[in-house]
């Protein structure tokens, strides 16, 4: 995936085995296994052209990586136990990462949440 996410286009099987080979010795049909099942994982599309495929990531490198971790915390038998351990595992940038993070999802305070001390902030407690 790292390879397919770093050109953000659709690639060939060939062009990711040169890219690789700059590393390591690959062989051919071990790229086209793994583009093969990540295309069944549906982690990315295909297109033929000719006789070979292009294949095109789905999500992004985010997405992706959000998934895992849903998926992680999704076996836990309790997830706030998970995320406290997890939270106490992350580097102060990853922490600080996560404070924006939940900053910008969090939906927007109603009149009454945003002065609490107010009657209508005190009404219905």
Do not use: C
Request: hydrophobic share 40%; charged share 25%; no cysteine.
């Amino acid at each position: 995936m790292t390879r397919v996410w770093k050109w953000n286009r659709p690639v060939t099987v060939r062009e990711v085995l040169e890219d690789l080979q700059k590393e390591r010795s690959i062989a051919y049909t071990t790229v086209m296994t793994v583009l093969d099942n990540l295309h069944q994982k549906g982690w990315v599309r295909r297109e033929a052209e000719g006789r070979a495929y292009r294949y095109e990531a789905v999500s992004t490198r985010a997405a992706y990586a959000a998934a895992l971790m849903n998926e992680a915390w999704s076996q836990s038998d309790n997830a706030a136990a998970a995320l406290v351990a997890f939270f106490g595992m992350m580097s102060e940038e990853q922490r600080q990462a996560l404070t924006d993070a939940v900053r910008i999802v969090r939906l927007p305070e109603t009149p009454a949440e945003e002065n609490p001390g107010s009657a209508e902030g005190r009404s219905g407690r």
